[in-house]
Each structure stands twice: as C-alpha cells, then as structure tokens.
C-alpha cells in the first residue's frame, strides 16, 4: 500500500484491518468499492451526511478557471399571432434557433417561452396558446432569461460578477446576487428592466446534473452588445471509476486516510462486527480534522481577512478590477 495514494491502496487498507483479503479474490472487494465511492462524494459534497456539523466548501474542490456565461441581446421584429393558436410567424427569419428563450408580444401581458423552432425559419411554437388578439403585424421581443451553468457545478461559492463601462476610464464590476426565484419571476416587478443582470435564482436543471439559472434582467436588442458574466464554484468530481494504481482521488493524500477509515466503518457494518462504531468514531474525527484545517486555511490567507479595522486611514484601498472582455 502505497500510503493510500491510490484508490487501490485505500481499499486495501481497509480490507486488510477488516482483516479480508486484500486482493481482487475477496468476498468483500466489491462492495467495498461501492462503499468507497459514496463515502468520497459524500465526503466531496461537504461532509455533512458523515457527521452532521460539518458542511464545508473544500478549498480543493475550487475549480481553478471562473464559469464564464455570455449573455445574448433581445431580438426584435414583427410576426402574427392568432388567438388560441400556439403558432406564431416572424416576419423574418432568425439565423439562430429560439427555442427555451421567452416572447413577448407589445401590449399584450402574457410572457411566452419558445418550444420549437429551427434556425433561419419563420416558424415558432409557444410553450402554450397565444392569449391575446389576432394580429398580423405584432411587435415582438425575444429574450434570454435562462442559461445553463457548467456541466461539473456543484455550488457556487460567491455571487457572479460581470463588467460594464464606467463613468472613470475603465469598467465598474457588478454583483450579482443570488435570490429566491421567486424574485426573478417573469411577472416580478424587475422584469421588463434591460441591461446586466443584478440577480439569478437557480430554476433547476435542463439535463441531469446540469444546473440552470435564470436572471431578473435580459440585453436590451442592440445588435452585437453581449455580455461576459463569470461565477466561482466548487466542481464536482467523477465518481471513482477503477480501482487501478492510476486513479487517484482528488482528496488531498494527507486526509485520504479518512476514505480508508469510513470504508472500514462500512465494512464492520456489514460484517456485523463491534467495532463499526469506533471505527466510525475515527473516521469522524478525521473529518473534523479536514474542516478544521480547511478553516483554517482561509482565516490565514491574509494579514486582514476577517479583521477588524476601526481606524481606516491607513487600510489601502484594492483599486478598480479592470477587464477586457466588455464588447464594443
């Protein structure tokens, strides 16, 4: 055992002081396998299905380059609509497909969202029936409300932030906060507002495990105008495929001694021995002794993190965050 670098090693380890067989042929080579993986995304996850008081953001589970989404201006045009009817013609077509964005029609209340359409045609149909009156020449908008965050989200760990122009040379960064969806609700008393968005809600996911946000505010149609928006998140690692000498486990090797120690908790279990609950006693230990050094790690980043300054003359100010990723 190569001090539980591999997820070989930490599964050896484990059947070893169960005291199996440590090889491929034992009984309990499989399941404890199985063990393994749900242990370390337990563990991935923050922890708290192990011991209830900890529920952590792991520093190594940061992922080291921003989720980055590119925000779309609306589009706008004419088309018909007929009451009751849940197709719609453009009065041009559209390169793009539209479908998932939202429709609203000038003077009509009702909010629609675009079920089918292809790219470069007229032909669209709404998510329900057109409620309003038949009109041949209606004005349109089409918008984007709702985006899909990267495929290995598994939380997001600050508010996103993007950069718009600047009354100063340069560009100012806005924050955008994280709310209850309710508050970005298409009828919300934001809606309708255009420019960077100041707030999202999670909307759940489009596909499994990809997440899905939407915005309380969408591009107003100036043509080429988009938008960068970055977000900092905690990814979420593939589950452990093969015990093989190459796989490692993105836990730190210092604390993987922890995965051996869980899986041997799991293994006592199974076996009905009297020594699960001391084993799961160490075990939870240890991941106290992951959260704490996690903990601690951040409270000693910088000389002023989570300080106190009451006198404020001499704190020098962080200078404007610049970037260049704003459009013309």
């Known amino acids: 055992m190569a001090n539980h670098t591999y997820t070989a090693d930490i599964i050896s380890d484990a059947l070893f002081r169960a005291n199996e067989a440590t090889g491929t042929n034992s009984d309990f080579y499989d399941q404890a396998f199985v063990y393994l993986n749900s242990v370390y995304l337990q563990i991935c996850r923050g922890g708290s299905e192990l011991a ?100 290995d989200v598994m939380r997001l760990t600050a508010p996103m932030r993007c950069y718009t ?80 000498t190459a796989e490692e486990p993105i836990v730190p090797r210092e604390w993987r001694h922890v995965l051996a120690d869980y899986l041997l908790a799991y293994l006592f279990g199974l076996k009905n021995d009297d020594r699960a609950e001391s084993a799961a006693a160490m075990a939870r230990m240890g991941l106290v002794g992951m959260a704490t050094e996690n903990r601690y790690r951040k409270t000693t980043a910088s000389y002023d993190l989570f300080r106190i300054r009451p006198r404020q003359n001499g704190l020098r100010r962080t200078p404007w965050l610049m970037h260049a990723s704003w459009g013309a």
């Open 165 to 244: 122009p600047s009354g100063r040379s340069g560009m100012d960064r806005t924050r955008i906060q994280q709310v209850p969806v309710d508050d970005v609700d298409i009828y919300s008393a934001a809606f309708g507002q255009t420019g960077p968005p100041l707030m999202y809600a999670e909307v759940g996911q489009s596909t499994a495990g990809t997440r899905r946000i939407r915005f309380d505010r969408y591009l107003a149609p100036l043509g080429t105008h988009f938008v960068r928006v970055e977000y900092d998140y905690l990814f979420r690692p593939a589950a452990l495929t093969s015990p093989g």
């Open 52 to 151: 209830p008081t900890i529920n952590e953001d792991w520093a190594w589970l940061q992922k080291a380059t921003p989720g980055v989404l590119i925000l779309e201006p609306a589009i706008t045009g004419t088309c018909a609509v007929a009451q009751d009817s849940a197709s719609v013609t453009l009065g041009a077509v559209v390169a793009d497909s539209l479908v998932e964005r939202f429709l609203k029609i000038e003077g009509h209340p009702d909010v629609f969202r675009i079920s089918t359409h292809t790219g470069a045609t007229t032909a669209v149909t709404l998510d329900s029936v057109y409620t309003g009156e038949d009109n041949l020449t209606a004005t349109y908008t089409v918008f984007v409300l709702e985006y899909n965050l990267a495929s």
